[in-house]
């Protein structure tokens, strides 16, 4: 017998028979035999011995389709008391994914026992100061976290600041006091900042605000230096000047060599009006204070240059200079934009008498050179402000480094018209290399000598956090911090700051300290609260030191185990046991600890993979029945045959299966087996097209499929097409009739089978052959075949489809009728889509008839379109009686009528129920029709209703 072991669900193990077989008891003389089944459960083992009475084996139902289909669940098992664990004939086996992921798998069922004792999570970087098998009193040191200092340097304690839930130490380990600069606040367009004011005289402006912390690179302060700024925008060139892009772009450029900046300014107003607005020509020569737009003057004279875009003013440059007109454009354009030096000839009859930037424009007189005036602005190679340097005892240096920097690259145009800065004098910290991830701090310090002056110090500090001390708690003891350092303490590198020492709640045995080299997370202490002492007479005991004891199990030959236990120690008339619990670990399962570990209460030990009976009638009621109307694609469905054949099932060594179908051409076809999935057949089982393979439930899209392509290998499209549409016509009926009638509710078939006829309507085009249709379409099955069977007349290639399956929602929206599509979901879209195309309804359904109000089309009196002979005149008037003038016939029903009904009436010029005619009315027929009418060739008559009268002449 093949089998594989598992869990029942009180925890019993027991096996599961994969085969039919069958099972012999043998007693004195008798011996009983027993069929088991394919998925049955086994209580018992070959070779046990069982008694009356006694269950062997749960018997699964034979019939495979109505079988429980089960799946894989998981279990976590949370550990309920702190301690130490033990393994019990559970061995770990690693198992190795593709992604390199481990997981520790118990092969075989076992225990895993947790001995009681006090836990202790050690604090990050503590270390214990116990050994293994000492015995510590209460309020006594078991681990010591060190707060040790990495650069060293001069202790500094700031004031505790309220919120802040630990003290701080600051070690300042490098420190820059610029003693010869003052500091003083000034106010300036409603900010106060702070400025620095070197020996020279030289003013500077602190960019970092007192307090805030400055990393390597960034700028502490600024050269307020007013000899490179401008008057106006312009466009800079270097000459000389190289330059190298450090730091962060938006700072700008350093120079590394000095050269001279060439200025040349022009103004630049940006403005964003309409081009009517404009009051000077593009290249017009203007003085300064003219108006150029509207409100807006210029301050300088020189040429106009105006940029538009689609009638928008954007910009107007006026650019000065002196512009002199030339008769020959061609000789001038080869120095347009170039420099000329003073003393050079630009063209006959023009010598520069000062450097110029030349420049050719248009101007409303004609073709001009301008001479823009240039500024020279000197550029030295080193800075005229001295570094400030510091280094401290162990080598750390910190300085404040001059560098200047160029916020434009050469070339660049910039916009202005109150001036820029061209060369920036900046102040920048730089810490030595081998510490980057240091910060200083800016600090503003009163002069000891004078109190209206301020010095800045900037200050490398190494902020170390004590840790707040805490009472004991579940988890750990109670901690207790000591400052080992004092303020202004010169202290080296590595040296302790604070010592955080964890003290034990209560006394006992120590254990679970790791060995040297492996960092040790918690301790175990085994307390008085853990053990137990019994007298008992050594002579009478069963047990010997280490035995794992369950409750009830005998300690001697009188006494048994109240609760589960240890034997720690046995001494003459003294038996010591430590409390312990078991819990059990079936086959297969993932193991979270490792035998020796210490777990808290609450941790999880294991989990559990185990089978569990999927529920198969209902689910959940309703969500069911939406699942099958709506024709959505079920979870973890089965597989299905897709031909008839002998089923081959082949059991794997790893537990894996596989299942192939000989068909009866010889092909063999495999179906795998997914996660989680069961087979449901057996070796040398006969299968039919459509069967399942696997447990699971069925996806009626693949019954479909199934079918349709199994028929098609026989049969044309629309017999194929009809019979696989009547499969899973069949199996949705049913399996809504399935979920109401396990509630007890009796539902007639043809309410779901008019819901499910919509579903299965529609087929989808794959090739539309000599036909209008176009892939992918989706058609009425009988649209389709009307279309084909035309084409076999004339010749033309016929269209193939395949039948698909809609839910109600998407096939009520696919219908012809857009009344009945707006009525169900997404009304505006319908309606807007039906009003576009210029649709007609023409009424032929049920819904869209109730929704006008009409009679439906439907029932024993719906007998419009019916092409057999005209109803029997006794039987159309069988318990009928026009009483009165009101009564009223349908036009439909009219139409059913012959003349010969109502000849009788039009001729005697009466009524039935009536004998004379009321003053004043005309005589009418049955049919409501003049009977002179009848001969007057001019006379309007219904196309219809003539055709009934032409049959009742006839016959006369």
Not at 533 to 541: A, D, R
Not at 790 to 808: C, D, F, K, N, R
Request: hydrophobic letters at 35%.
């Amino acid at each position: 017998m093949r089998s594989r072991p598992v869990r029942t669900r009180h925890g019993e193990d027991a096996l599961t028979a994969e085969v039919q077989t069958s099972l012999k008891v043998e007693g004195k003389g008798t011996v009983e035999t027993f069929e088991i089944t394919q998925g049955s459960t086994l209580l018992v083992k070959d070779g046990q011995t069982v008694h009356t009475g006694q269950m062997i084996a749960e018997v699964a139902i034979s019939d495979r389709n109505v079988r429980k289909s089960t799946e894989k669940a998981t279990k976590d098992v949370a550990s309920d008391l702190a301690g130490e664990v033990q393994f019990a004939n559970l061995i770990p086996e690693e198992k190795h994914d593709r992604q390199g992921n481990t997981t520790r798998i118990a092969p075989r069922g076992g225990l895993i026992w947790i001995l009681s004792g006090e836990v202790y999570n050690l604090l990050p970087g503590a270390e214990p100061i116990i050994e293994n098998g000492s015995y510590i009193s209460a309020e006594d040191v078991v681990a010591e976290t060190r707060l040790v200092t990495e650069h060293g340097g001069i202790v500094r304690i700031p004031e505790q600041e309220e919120g802040k839930s630990g003290r701080e130490v600051e070690i300042i380990t490098a420190s820059v006091l610029l003693d010869q600069a003052k500091v003083w606040l000034e106010s300036h367009q409603g900010r106060d900042q702070y400025v620095i004011e070197a020996q020279k005289k030289q003013r500077f402006l602190l960019k970092a605000a007192p307090g805030t912390k400055v990393i390597n690179g960034q700028v502490v302060a600024e050269l307020i230096d007013e000899r490179y700024h401008t008057k106006t925008g312009g466009m800079v060139k270097y000459a000389g000047i190289e330059v190298a892009k450090r730091g962060k772009a938006k700072q700008g450029y350093e120079v590394i060599q000095g050269g001279t900046l060439l200025w040349v300014g022009e103004e630049c107003h940006e403005v964003n009006k309409d081009i009517s607005l404009l009051l000077v020509e593009d290249g017009q020569y203007v003085e300064a204070g003219t108006e150029v737009v509207k409100d807006i003057f210029c301050h300088s004279k020189g040429v106009i240059e105006v940029t538009q875009k689609n009638d928008i003013l954007r910009e107007v440059l006026v650019k000065p200079g002196d512009l002199h007109l030339v008769d020959d454009p061609e000789a001038i354009k080869e120095k347009h934009e170039t420099f000329v030096n003073p003393g050079e000839e630009i063209f006959p009859g023009l010598v520069a008498e000062e450097l110029r930037y030349i420049e050719c424009v248009t101007t409303p007189e004609g073709y001009a050179v301008l001479l823009r005036p240039v500024e020279e602005f000197p550029v030295p190679d080193q800075p005229s402000v001295p570094s400030q340097e510091s280094t401290n005892e162990t080598g750390r240096s910190i300085r404040l480094q001059a560098v200047q920097r160029l916020p434009y690259k050469d070339g660049e145009r910039v916009k202005s018209v109150e001036g820029i800065d061209l060369l920036r004098t900046q102040l920048v910290l730089e810490i030595d290399t081998d510490a980057p991830q240091l910060a200083a701090d800016i600090e503003i310090l009163p002069d000891q000598e004078d109190e209206d002056v301020f010095r800045l110090q900037l200050v490398i500090l190494e902020t170390l956090v004590i840790r707040r001390d805490v009472s004991a708690d579940q988890t750990q003891g109670s901690t207790e911090t000591r400052l080992l350092v004092e303020v202004d303490q010169q202290i080296e590198p590595g040296a302790v700051v604070a010592r955080t020492e964890i003290k034990a709640k209560q006394g006992g045995l120590v254990r679970g300290i790791r060995k040297e080299g492996e960092a040790t997370r918690r301790l175990l202490l085994v307390t008085d609260d853990d053990v137990i002492t019994l007298q008992v007479p050594s002579k009478s005991l069963v047990v010997a030191e280490g035995d794992l004891l369950r409750a009830g199990d005998p300690i001697s030959s009188d006494i048994q185990a109240e609760d589960s236990c240890q034997v720690m120690k046995i001494e003459e008339e003294t038996l010591t046991l430590r409390i312990a619990r078991p819990y059990l670990v079936s086959p297969g399962a993932v193991l979270q600890i490792d035998d020796g570990n210490l777990v808290q209460r609450g941790d999880n030990l294991a989990l559990l993979v185990f089978e569990r009976a999927k529920t198969g009638d209902i689910i959940q009621g309703l969500p069911r029945i939406e699942e099958l109307l709506e024709a959505r694609k079920p979870k973890e469905m089965c597989t299905l045959a897709v031909h008839s054949g002998t089923c081959q099932v082949i059991y794997n060594e790893d537990d894996n299966i596989e299942v192939k179908v000989l068909e009866k051409d010889g092909t063999i076809t495999d179906y795998p087996i997914g996660p989680g999935q069961n087979s449901i057949v057996l070796d040398g089982q006969t299968v039919e097209a459509g069967e399942p393979i696997t447990d699971g439930p069925i996806n009626p899209h693949d019954i479909l499929e199934t079918y349709f392509r199994y028929y098609r290998e026989s049969k044309g499209f629309y017999e194929s097409a009809l019979l696989s549409l009547q499969k899973v016509q069949t199996f949705l009926v049913d399996g809504v009739q399935s979920v109401y009638q396990s509630q007890g509710i009796d539902i007639s078939d043809k309410h779901i089978e008019v819901v499910v006829r919509q579903m299965t309507s529609k087929v989808r085009i794959d090739d539309g052959g000599d036909t209008t249709m176009l892939p992918g379409e989706l058609i009425d099955l009988y649209q389709v075949e009307q279309v084909n069977e035309a084409m076999s007349i004339t010749g033309g290639a016929p269209a193939e489809y395949t039948p698909v399956l809609l839910g109600i929602t998407k096939a009520s929206l696919n219908t012809d009728s857009f009344i009945s599509a707006a009525s169900f979901q997404e009304t505006t879209r319908v309606l807007t889509e039906a009003a576009i195309q210029g649709k007609s309804d023409w009424l032929r359904g049920l819904k869209e008839n109730v929704i006008i109000g009409r009679l439906i089309p439907a029932g024993t009196g719906f007998n419009t379109y019916d092409e057999g002979p005209a109803l029997d005149s006794e039987m159309a008037y069988d318990g009928m009686a026009f009483t009165d003038e009101d009564d009223v016939i349908d036009d439909r029903t009219a139409r059913n009528y012959s003349l010969d009904d109502v000849k009788p009436f039009a001729l005697a010029g009466e009524r039935l129920g009536s004998e004379t005619v009321k003053p004043g009315e005309k005589k009418r027929s049955g049919l409501g029709l003049d009977p002179m009418i009848v001969d007057d060739d001019y006379g309007l008559i219904d196309d219809q209703v003539a055709g009934k009268l032409n049959v009742g002449l006839e016959e006369e």
